[in-house]
């Protein structure tokens, strides 16, 4: 079980650590535990609490009834909205919390079932694009504050990471592909997941896929090239390097294949400027890539 501090529970929930002091000391909302040296500390049980809270509090109701629903009441209503339209974002930002709660309290089958109703409802592109990148995006800045256990961050992403594997394995492969595309991140590299979602993309759009993951050595990548002589090339910064080395990968990418379609999402407005200049398609957005596909398939 895991142990927060009031500034974790702040970053968190992104409730504002005075308002959450109010709550606990007007209310009795939260039930904090105490150091041997007497500070508070909050464990994943608060803290579900407080997401919960949180959830209902957006959602409109005043935290004085708030404080007087039961575990099981409190349950039952974020229930009701999870139950309730996806096209809410009160609804949203719900499943979000309470995946958030699965991740913390590294709940597998919680993770699992709220992950399989929003694709049984959404779709897995619309799940991927109002829920997981959100939650992505929410995680990743918890990652750089320091307020996410690496073990947390490795236990949500291999769950995502599970999910588009066997959403892409059960695509059919193309039976006359026009185009084959090569999806790779560089020997840095190693955060996967939007690389896999638009492995899922692409393949759901009818083209060959000849994915290599992440990590990939630069000398491999020119010999599955050439051995494979792609349409498109497609790849992905995430990690944070330094300028020059973004700018002498996309230069060294255009030089050794630029007589192929190359497409790159992440990177400044620098680095974006330097791929428009090299005829480079930059996408910044899932909806970008939908029309990439579109466009070939006219």
């Not at 059919?172 to 991140?185: C, G, N, R």
């Not at 300028?243 to 379609?261: A, I, K, M, R």
Request: proline share 3%.
């Amino acid at each position: 079980m895991s142990n927060y501090s009031i500034k974790d529970l702040e970053r968190i929930s992104n409730q504002k650590a005075h308002t959450i002091r109010i709550w606990e000391q007007r209310y009795g909302l939260l039930q904090p535990a105490r150091t041997d040296t007497n500070i508070r500390y909050y464990d994943d049980t608060q803290l579900k609490k407080l997401l919960n809270v949180c959830t209902l509090v957006d959602r409109g109701m005043k935290i004085s009834r708030v404080s007087k629903l039961s575990q099981t009441e409190i349950a039952s209503e974020i229930d009701k909205i999870i139950s309730e339209s996806f096209h809410s974002d009160v609804h949203i930002e719900a499943l979000i919390n309470q995946l958030l709660i699965a991740m913390a309290t590294f709940d597998a089958q919680l993770f699992d079932q709220l992950f399989n109703d929003a694709v049984k409802r959404l779709g897995m592109k619309k799940t991927y694009i109002n829920i997981v990148y959100p939650l992505l995006v929410r995680t990743g800045l918890m990652w750089s504050k320091d307020d996410l256990l690496p073990s947390q961050e490795h236990f949500l992403s291999n769950l995502i990471r599970q999910k588009l594997f066997t959403a892409i394995d059960q695509l059919p492969y193309p039976k006359q592909p026009e185009q084959t595309w090569i999806l790779f991140l560089n020997e840095d590299e190693d955060h996967e997941i939007g690389l896999l979602f638009a492995n899922y993309l692409i393949r759901q759009y009818g083209k060959k896929v000849i994915y290599l993951g992440a990590r990939v050595p630069y000398r491999d990548l020119k010999t599955v090239v050439e051995a494979c002589k792609p349409t498109h090339i497609y790849t992905f910064l995430v990690r944070t390097l330094p300028d020059n080395q973004l700018e002498s990968l996309v230069h060294q990418l255009h030089s050794d294949f630029g007589q192929y379609e190359l497409l790159i999402s992440g990177g400044d407005q620098s680095l974006k400027a330097i791929m428009t200049q090299n005829r480079m398609t930059n996408i910044s957005h899932v909806d970008q890539l939908i029309d990439t596909l579109n466009l070939t398939n006219e």
